[in-house]
């Protein structure tokens, strides 16, 4: 019998994509909420920028360690603990009464869900060894849909006038229970041991550690490239479309809706493509379509043309992550969630860092300028997919 039909092995993959769906929901959840926080806490643009570092700061501190975590606890007991632990982690963000409150309760809400991610991800690549074939594109892919789901949530419960506290409490209660009564499938600690070398002996896993030392750091640049796009797309493709093109307000998110569309789907459909023609094939098509579309409907400088670009972007970078986090669970001789911490904690510098840089570089050389960055960043991922060989199944 094929392991992917074992039943411990199919509740194994529920679990673990509920788990990732429920990731997705928890740090969505409060974001269609801000308007209203930043408006009850009589909040300046600049203080909910302070306040806003709390999270970032709370996902970096818990990505170091996290590995640690999962080597004395399992992937299993350290996604849930974690995860609840940032689920609840919305009661206090709902109640926030000022700056230094909102700011700790994001911190909390970045170290639960900072943990949770690498956890998850070394309990999906241990799913992923156990089903011989590609799985991490559609995991990461319930992830954008958990996302999706949240800002509709938060959306509605602002429409209908929810107070914050009340909605932020009652997603808690209900993702945190979801999470520990759902997610109790997922494989124990046996299925995180290390991965070895096939074979060579003594001479074989000398071999390995000399090519996961330099790999590693190349698995990270690859996040960090891919996640820049990412946290570009989200903060200045409605700007680049209202202020450089002219578009009206509810025009302007189309750019992001497209490409956060695109990622989902491309996710969704990922693992067969992945499977079929190898991670590195994949990944240097998509990021060279990722590259151009995105370069091309910038040079365009018309309404469709970006909406465009920002589709196929997102499309052409949907599978990086989940390859990337694949590739690095599965490096010869390294704990999963020491790879993936350490890819996790790079890729999360571009993330949070490349916004910022982004808005640097238009002052001085205006936004489309700026917005080209993340395509040459795609570009530089075509080099270098060849780092993620140790992700083929």
Request: hydrophobic fraction near 55%; aromatic fraction near 6%.
């Amino acid at each position: 019998m094929p392991t992917e039909t074992t039943a411990p092995h199919r509740r194994a993959r529920v679990a673990v994509t509920l788990a990732f769906l429920v990731h997705g929901l928890v740090g969505t959840a409060w974001v269609a909420r801000i308007p209203q926080i930043k408006q009850e806490l009589g909040l300046g643009e600049g203080a909910l920028g302070v306040a806003l570092l709390g999270a970032p700061l709370g996902v970096f501190f818990a990505v170091r360690v996290a590995g640690r975590a999962v080597a004395r606890w399992g992937s299993r007991a350290t996604s849930l603990a974690t995860g609840a632990g940032g689920a609840l982690a919305l009661v206090p963000l709902g109640f926030a009464w000022d700056l230094p409150s909102l700011t700790g309760a994001l911190f909390l809400l970045g170290m639960g869900l900072g943990m949770m991610d690498v956890a998850m991800n070394a309990q999906g690549v241990a799913v992923e060894r156990a089903y011989e074939r590609p799985i991490m594109s559609g995991l990461h892919g319930s992830y954008s849909v958990g996302t999706l789901l949240a800002a509709l949530v938060g959306a509605g419960a602002a429409q209908a006038g929810v107070p914050v506290p009340a909605h932020l409490s009652a997603m808690a209660g209900v993702l945190a229970a979801v999470l520990l009564l759902g997610c109790r499938g997922m494989l124990g600690p046996a299925a995180d041991a290390t991965p070895g070398p096939a074979r060579g002996g003594t001479a074989g896993a000398g071999r390995a550690a000399r090519v996961s030392r330099w790999t590693l750091p190349l698995l990270g640049v690859i996040g960090l490239c891919s996640f820049v796009g990412e946290g570009a797309m989200a903060d200045w493709s409605a700007v680049y479309l209202r202020e450089d093109l002219g578009t009206a307000p509810g025009t302007a998110g189309l750019g992001f809706a497209g490409c956060a569309v695109a990622m989902t789907v491309g996710r969704l459909a990922g693992d067969r493509v992945v499977h079929r023609f190898g991670p590195v094939r994949v990944l240097r098509a998509g990021s060279l379509v990722g590259s151009l579309g995105l370069g091309l409907g910038l040079l365009a400088h018309h309404p469709v043309a970006a909406v465009a670009g920002f589709t196929l972007f997102g499309l052409g970078i949907a599978v990086v992550a989940p390859v990337t986090f694949s590739a690095a669970g599965n490096l010869p001789g390294v704990p999963a969630a020491t790879g993936i911490g350490r890819v996790t904690a790079v890729g999360y510098l571009g993330l949070l860092g490349g916004p910022p840089v982004i808005g640097f570089v238009a002052e001085g050389l205006g936004l489309p300028w700026a917005l080209a960055v993340p395509a040459v960043l795609a570009g530089a991922i075509v080099a270098l997919a060849g780092a993620t060989a140790t992700a083929d199944r």
